[in-house]
């Protein structure tokens, strides 16, 4: 969304209430979607940050337990990374800390990870109001833990890197294995939501969610500038990603992004509202069996080339059994088609927590409009 600031009259007390009034409402005609009805109309939403957690839906659901009573308020001052004795004020200082504990930063930053980045269960990084860049080595991972927000981050240029060892939870100190250099790693967690990011030009991709992970929510991103953009499911001998439930809601994929939006093994993902513009190899593609639903998506294919099909599929033939792999009210653009297989009608399931109201394909362009981290105004909304 553009933002609507004021100009001339703000030193002008009057005219300024009458011109915010104004352009508040006007900024707040246009659609937004069904996650951001839920905070960004709240004017005072830096007052009411941890209204956030009540507005994810999908399979990770709502995210209260990361907010009330007991939770800690940690403000990121401080840019430096040190992986081993972390500093107060850093954010690697931050995701240690055990609990409920909701992260902002007081400044625009750029922070270069020396080592992966862990986060703890209860965490939140809220990214709203500033500018915030993570880039370095591997950057964020989210490994055997529960009840994780990201929202609002910048995460790019994620470097592959080799064993080493960080700082983990409880002061302890952890070895970890090489890494392929994603910005966002989900390994064996759940209850995670993902959200408002821009995620780009990283060395292997940009999110993973592996390791029977499960209740995974991915909304309102920008995916950019990415070979291989997201993997779901460590690898076909891994069979505890059979437990695995993604949502994919209202996120961008544009420009430059060539394959996997996503690839998945195993598991079920639900791949809804996004706007897909252009790829080189596919769009949604997996193996071993997935259960995949591609519902009310605009798939826009590439002006040029023969790639229009968005389906890619490894291990199905005409002596293979069929897996559930299907499209329901996808809009199809530039000759843009999907090859469906398996039987239709296999639904989420969502409880009430994790249902919402699906929106039509022909308005996703709009409601996609602002995926990404949003820039904030100080006066009025984001």
């Known amino acids: 969304m553009r933002i609507c600031a004021p100009s001339r009259f703000t030193s002008f007390p009057f005219f300024f209430i009458l011109f915010s009034f104004f352009i508040q409402n006007v900024c707040l005609a246009k659609p937004m979607n069904v996650i951001d009805k839920c905070w960004r109309q ?3 939403w830096r007052n009411h940050r941890q209204r956030l957690a009540r507005c994810s839906v ?17 403000i990121v001052t401080d840019p430096g990374d040190d992986p081993l004795s972390p500093q107060p004020g850093t954010l690697r200082y931050g995701t ?6 909701w992260i902002t930063f007081r400044k625009n930053m750029k922070i270069k990870l020396q080592k992966v980045l862990l986060i703890s269960s209860y965490t939140t990084l809220d990214g709203r109001g500033v ?3 993570i880039e370095g080595n591997a950057c964020l991972v989210i490994y055997k833990a529960s009840n994780v927000i990201i929202h609002g981050i910048q995460i ?3 470097k592959a890197q080799g064993p080493g060892l960080v700082m983990g939870p409880r002061g302890m100190i952890m070895p970890l294995g090489p890494m392929d250099g994603d910005a966002i790693g989900v390994v064996n967690a759940s209850k995670v939501w ?51 439930k993604v949502t994919i809601v209202l996120n961008r994929f544009r420009p430059n992004c060539n394959q996997r939006m996503p690839r998945v093994r195993y598991g079920y993902a639900h791949v809804v509202n996004n706007l897909y513009q252009g790829w080189k190899q596919y769009a949604i593609g997996g193996s071993m069996h997935p259960i995949i639903k591609s519902e009310s998506n605009d798939f826009i294919a590439p002006q040029s080339g023969n790639k229009k099909v968005v389906t890619w599929r490894k291990g199905v ?6 897996w559930t792999f299907y499209s329901v009210n996808d809009l199809f653009e530039n000759g843009a088609y999907f090859k469906s297989t398996g039987k239709n009608g296999s639904v989420p399931s969502y409880n009430n927590e994790q249902k919402f109201h699906i929106a039509k394909a022909k308005i996703v362009k709009t ?9 904030c105004s100080k006066a009025l909304t984001c």
Not at 96 to 101: A, F, M, P, Q, V
Not at 317 to 322: F, L
């Open 194 to 244: 993902i959200d408002h990011n821009t995620l780009y030009s990283c060395d292997d991709g940009l999110l993973d969610v592996t390791g029977g992970s499960k209740n995974v929510t991915i909304s309102n991103n920008w995916f950019k500038n990415q070979e291989g953009v997201m993997l779901l499911g460590h690898d076909d001998s891994y069979l505890r990603d059979q437990q695995m």
């Open 42 to 44: 709240d004017t005072n």
């Open 131 to 133: 500018d915030v860049h």
């Open 367 to 375: 409601l996609t409009s602002s995926a990404g981290a949003l820039k």
């Open 96 to 101: 240690l800390i055990e609990g409920k504990t």
């Open 156 to 158: 790019h240029h994620c």
């Open 317 to 322: 033939d005409r002596n293979s059994k069929p």
């Open 58 to 74: 999908g399979f990770a659901g709502k995210m209260t337990n990361n907010i009330g009573k007991g939770t800690i308020r940690y």
